[in-house]
């Protein structure tokens, strides 16, 4: 297992276009949390999953955004009728379920909306 | 709510020196953990060191160490004998609400630290 890992490193969209990105988690790890980052701010809490259940989501998660994890695996976060304001990086990462275990991050998404 | 505040966007250290980065936090919370986190340029964010509020002794990680100060929810790090590779973002994050998970995270802004050879 070589970490997590998000696909694409890098998407230029057009505004208006529906674009989606996969994570795949560390496989043992129970726990993938979505995040945005913009530039020059902290990763800003998306939403996270328990297994196949989504627990919470963020009030940043416009009804545009909607992100799913099947069979509690991989992930995927999809953003409907891209804006310009969606430009940043988003952010996957996993952990497992006891309270003393270390989050491990991917290396993110680029996202350029033109 | 819950707040972190990183108070310094940049700093700047000599190769072989010390560098002491600052944050402060606010939680209502009396059990927590405080993480510092790096994220090197076009690479993915790594832990570099974590605190447990109840833990009196400060977390020590080779040449990251941390000073916590619960009282004044004060959570700097402590950066020994600078290298080139610790160029990068450090962000200071809070779990969020109580029993948060360790992913489930509150960031700062972040300080971008630049190492002079």
């Known amino acids: 297992d070589t970490g997590v890992s998000q696909n694409p490193r890098h998407k230029i969209t057009k505004r208006g276009q529906n674009v989606t990105f996969r994570c795949d988690p560390i496989s043992e790890h129970n726990r993938l949390y979505w995040y945005r980052q913009t530039l020059g701010q902290g990763p800003e809490f998306l939403t996270y999953?328990?297994?196949?259940?989504?627990?919470?989501k963020s009030r940043l998660l416009s009804d545009r955004f909607s992100a799913e994890r099947p069979k509690g695996s991989f992930s995927t976060l999809e953003i409907q009728r891209t804006e310009q304001g969606d430009s940043a990086m988003y952010l996957c990462?996993?952990?497992?379920?006891?309270?003393?275990?270390?989050?491990?991050f991917g290396q993110g998404t680029r996202l350029t909306v033109v | 709510a819950q707040t972190v505040t990183q108070s310094q966007p940049e700093m700047s250290v000599q190769e072989a020196e010390t560098v002491t980065l600052s944050c402060t936090y606010d939680t209502s919370e009396s059990d927590y953990y405080l993480f510092w986190y790096k994220q090197p340029p076009s690479r993915q964010m790594i832990l570099v060191i974590r605190q447990e509020a109840y833990k009196q002794q400060n977390a020590t990680e080779n040449r990251f160490s941390v000073n916590f100060q619960k009282a004044a929810k004060s959570f700097s790090l402590k950066i020994s004998d600078s290298q080139l590779g610790d160029a990068a973002m450090y962000f200071c994050a809070l779990p969020r609400g109580y029993g948060g998970s360790q992913g489930n995270l509150i960031f700062g802004k972040g300080t971008k630290l630049s190492v002079k050879p």
């Open positions: 990462a996993s952990s497992g379920l006891t309270v003393n275990t270390e989050a491990f």
């Open positions: 999953f328990q297994n196949e259940a989504q627990l919470e």
